[in-house]
């Protein structure tokens, strides 16, 4: 039976390999000169003062399909919160403070402010230099986890009120949404970028919505990686079967 | 030389894919199928890279450099690679939560031990 299964595996795995070989000499080759939508993307990105133009493409020219992913993200943070939630056999224990190594918990703190700092930078400059709302957003939520790693559960659960970042990732998700319409109201179209000044080129302010949408994105992202981590790091540290049951 | 280096990238892909795909088939644990679903998904990063580099081109950034002095990497298929990368870390923490409670219902992660339905 597992031969049989290894033997439909290896004649599956050979012809998809042949497919994907013969697919490949067929693609234009690697590092050619001819990129005809990344060079319009750069036209439009430009022509809207937008400096990071990958910024450009996410928050303005595919800002549809950014509303999309985020609300996959949205969606998958509610499911992890119905899934790993307390159910009716256990119980929450009072995790106990554990010893921490010196130099590990003097590191943590020093390190701390500057990873959330760097975070909070990578998110604002995300329309400027490489990064943005998504990078920036998982930077500034592991940044509140090195307090896990240098104190203890505890003083992360209270500088982490979870209903407070539940409730920012949602008013995030609809800012956007909102940000969207307001292009509607104006009288152009939904999430068209022609609501605010384009601005100076290479500034904070420039780009018209783009810093308005990075900025709600990063707010959802550090929102939901706050809350995923909280949930599993709860499963892990607070949450137990109860006994005999 | 010059044929294989302009297909190389594309059978890198191909062949990270593959090994995800007999990860998968193979696997004897659900974390370890997790993680070759992510082997997977990290194939089509290095697809979507590989196709839009151009020779000799830096980062489609132009806050340090003059729009029109260097060729630059298509940003269309990096903005797609960041998409992705967010698509594929909220589907990983999605099926692990789905892992852990058919550990706690089940007691097993063994996928071939997963038989039968359960109210």
């Not at chain 1, 070989?21 to 067929?26: E, G, M, S």
């Not at chain 1, 809207?48 to 509303?67: E, G, K, M, P």
């Not at chain 1, 319409?181 to 009288?187: E, H, I, M, P, S």
């Not at chain 2, 062949?15 to 007999?22: D, K, N, Q, S």
């Amino acid at each position: 039976m597992k031969r049989l299964r290894l033997a439909l595996l290896a004649l599956g795995g050979a012809g998809l390999a042949a497919l994907l070989v013969a697919a490949c000499l067929d693609l234009p080759g690697f590092g050619g000169r001819s990129h005809p939508y990344g060079t319009r993307a750069v036209h439009a990105s430009l022509t809207r003062r937008a400096a990071n133009t990958i910024a450009s493409v996410n928050f303005d020219q595919r800002a549809y399909d950014t509303l999309g992913e985020m609300s996959i993200l949205f969606a998958a943070v509610l499911g992890c919160v119905v899934l790993l939630r307390q159910a009716r056999d256990e119980h929450r224990a009072q995790p106990q403070p554990a010893e921490v190594a010196r130099p590990v918990r003097r590191y943590a703190l020093i390190v701390l402010p500057v990873a959330l700092v760097t975070g909070l930078y990578v998110i604002a400059h995300g329309q400027l230099s490489p990064g943005g709302g998504f990078q920036g957003g998982v930077v500034a939520a592991t940044a509140l986890h090195l307090l896990y790693l240098g104190a203890d559960y505890r003083a992360l659960e209270r500088i982490r009120p979870l209903a407070v970042y539940e409730t920012s990732d949602a008013l995030a998700v609809s800012s956007y949404l909102v940000l969207g319409l307001a292009g509607v109201l104006a009288g152009t179209a939904f999430l068209a970028n022609t609501l605010l000044p384009y601005g100076t080129f290479n500034t904070l302010s420039s780009g018209g919505t783009v810093p308005l949408l990075n900025a709600a994105i990063g707010i959802e992202v550090a929102s939901a990686v706050v809350v995923l981590l909280a949930n599993f790091l709860d499963q892990a540290v607070e949450i137990e079967e109860e006994h005999g049951s | 030389m010059t044929t294989v280096m302009h297909v190389l990238p594309y059978l890198v892909a191909a062949y990270v894919f593959l090994t995800g795909c007999y990860g998968l088939a193979t696997s004897r644990n659900l974390i370890h199928a997790v993680g070759c679903l992510a082997v997977c998904q990290s194939s089509t990063y290095v697809l979507l890279l590989a196709v839009g580099y151009r020779d000799g081109a830096t980062a489609p950034v132009f806050s340090d450099i003059k729009p029109g002095s260097r060729p630059v990497v298509d940003p269309v298929v990096q903005a797609l690679t960041l998409t992705d990368i967010v698509v594929g870390a909220t589907v990983t923490a999605l099926l692990l939560a789905l892992v852990l409670q058919i550990a706690k219902r089940h007691g097993t992660v063994d996928p071939d031990e997963l038989r039968e339905l359960r109210g």
